[in-house]
């Protein structure tokens, strides 16, 4: 399965695209992840938020084999 990842620098957002197909019907917050989720509960996308600050710690952590994002 292949992913498109977008980075809006401004925002500082790293945008996951799941699945294209599906409508949006809510979201779960899960501190700086946000999952969105079809009408059946499938996820489409999720964004990462401080993308810069979270997205080299995830990286150094997965490298441990661990996580911890303060």
């Known amino acids: 399965m292949a992913y498109k990842i977008k980075y809006d620098e401004e925002a500082d957002i790293l945008t996951?695209?799941?699945?294209?197909?599906?409508k949006?019907?809510?979201?779960?917050?899960?501190g700086?992840?946000?999952v969105h989720f079809s009408e059946e509960?499938?996820?489409l996308f999720m964004e990462i938020l401080r993308?810069?600050?979270?997205?080299?710690?995830?990286?150094e952590s997965l490298a441990k084999k661990e996580i911890t994002v303060p």
């Open 16 to 22: 996951i695209i799941i699945e294209e197909k599906g």
């Open 24 to 30: 949006l019907s809510y979201a779960e917050e899960l």
């Open 41 to 43: 509960g499938k996820p």
């Open 32 to 34: 700086d992840i946000v």
């Open 51 to 59: 993308a810069s600050k979270i997205v080299p710690l995830m990286v």
